[in-house]
């Protein structure tokens, strides 16, 4: 019902962008829109992964689970706003390991004292976590090396790094899919793969189709009015595009499935949990950010992997060193979750307080 009232905000967006209305007002109502849109986007690809199979269907969401925010990124690189792209980056990461992941893991822990998931499966998704942080760290010294060690102009070679850098994750994140959807899917397998079985289709494919294309269309609508405005809304707001890329952003894109994982959670089916939540900044990591990288090429916005404020850099390495130090297990209670979202607290004042 609320993704129904919220798409109200779609046609109000689109009157205050025809009348030229203060850019926060702008701001403001097309990031509320972006919510039910991204949420029905969500929707259709349940829908048509429900008619299509389990292994059609995995991949169905793999691809599309972080279409809203690929599209809002990339309306944002196309505008030329590199640092806001790159912080929705790192703040999708983020959002997901230790917000996401830390509100339900505290929620579900409020209500069962102990919950476990596939242990196989969370190593998994946790190696790969550790292989994302590599590739973004590794950028970022390969300019230091550069500017300290050889002494030379870094911009061209980290791009061509870049554009290496993000044919590689591409084909990692592909190995990952044919590795859990064909070759080794019982091991990666947990209690609630029935979830498809679970929710038949209620959609005919031709509207799954539809809906999911109208969504799309809506998604980069908002999103071409939400960069619009971000200038004007960060002036008024006192907020620096830096905290709206890192915190603001992601929160947007990322609604459904916050909702969704956390729902599972409170549901005792922490494996649909914990995968949505890592599996999706693993998407973010190995897809998204390469996609964009790549975009940038071709429409000739370059942009590359190097995060040279190490306030990024350290967080990154704290979301995944911290949710590797709690799923490892397979197992998890509510302190453990409480502990995620103190980190995440902590690095939104960070990220808060950071000069503009």
């Not at 048509?48 to 925010?69: D, H, K, M, Q």
């Amino acid at each position: 019902m609320l993704n129904y009232i919220l798409l109200v905000f779609v046609p109000i967006a689109l009157v205050l962008e025809l009348l030229h209305a203060p850019g926060v007002w702008i701001f403001i109502v097309s990031a509320l829109a972006l919510l039910p849109l991204a949420s029905w986007m969500g929707r259709a690809t349940e829908e048509l992964a429900a008619r299509t199979g389990s292994t059609v269907g995995g991949l169905l969401n793999a691809t599309f689970g972080n279409a809203a925010e690929l599209i809002i990124a990339g309306v944002a690189l196309a505008a030329g706003k590199l640092e806001v792209v790159k912080a929705s980056i790192t703040g999708s990461i983020l959002s997901n390991l230790l917000l996401v992941l830390g509100l339900s893991i505290f929620l579900g822990g409020l209500r069962f004292n102990t919950q476990r998931f596939n242990a196989n499966s969370a190593n998994i998704m946790a190696t790969l976590l550790v292989l994302s942080m590599v590739a973004f760290l590794l950028p970022a010294f390969f300019d230091l090396a550069e500017r300290t060690y050889f002494r030379v102009d870094p911009t061209l070679p980290d791009l061509d790094f870049s554009h290496a850098a993000a044919i590689v994750l591409v084909l990692v994140y592909l190995a990952n899919i044919w590795f859990s959807l064909r070759t080794h899917r019982d091991l990666v397998s947990g209690r609630d793969e029935t979830h498809l079985e679970d929710h038949p289709a209620t959609w005919s494919v031709p509207v799954s189709i539809g809906v999911l294309a109208a969504a799309t269309v809506g998604v980069a609508v908002m999103a071409e009015f939400l960069v619009g405005s971000l200038e004007a809304a960060t002036s008024v707001l006192g907020l620096s595009e830096f905290f709206v890329g890192i915190i603001l952003i992601p929160l947007v894109g990322n609604a459904a499935e916050h909702f969704a994982a956390i729902g599972f959670a409170i549901k005792n089916k922490m494996d649909l949990a914990v995968q949505i939540a890592i599996g999706s900044a693993l998407q973010i990591a190995l897809l998204v950010a390469p996609l964009l990288i790549l975009l940038g090429w071709i429409i000739g916005r370059p942009m590359n992997l190097v995060f040279q404020n190490p306030l990024e850099l350290a967080a990154l390495a704290a979301s995944i060193i911290a949710t590797n130090a709690v799923v490892r297990d397979g197992e998890t209670n509510w302190l453990e979750g409480f502990l995620l979202l103190g980190v995440y607290v902590l690095l939104g004042f960070a990220f808060f307080f950071t000069p503009r």
